[in-house]
């Protein structure tokens, strides 16, 4: 892939991910939660909007191995525990 489309496609995932943020913003305004999941190794939870959402009072996170709900990945002809820790960030109540 060009180094030109690697950047649109940067600028296209920030500005979904913006979007999201918003949403999330606009659910916990009106007394409604969100849950938002992404690989545990995503950069874009160093971005700013990003960021000042999991400081934000009332946001919280873990970290889960989907293995551990019966997430399966292929090993050659056999399945095998899919070894993929999650983040869930999230404004509901524990």
Known sequence: MSEE??????VEAE?????AIE????QM?????????HPASA?????PKMADLRRRKGVGEV???LCQYGRKTRAG??????MKPTRFLS????
């Open 15 to 19: 500005t979904l991910l913006g979007f």
């Open 91 to 94: 404004s509901a109540e524990e």
């Open 77 to 82: 002809k056999d399945q095998a525990p899919a």
């Open 5 to 10: 489309e690697v950047q649109r496609r940067k």
């Open 63 to 65: 970290v889960g191995h």
């Open 29 to 37: 305004r009106h007394g409604r939660h969100f849950l938002h999941e």
């Open 43 to 47: 950069t874009s939870r160093s971005l």
């Open 23 to 26: 949403v999330y913003e606009h």
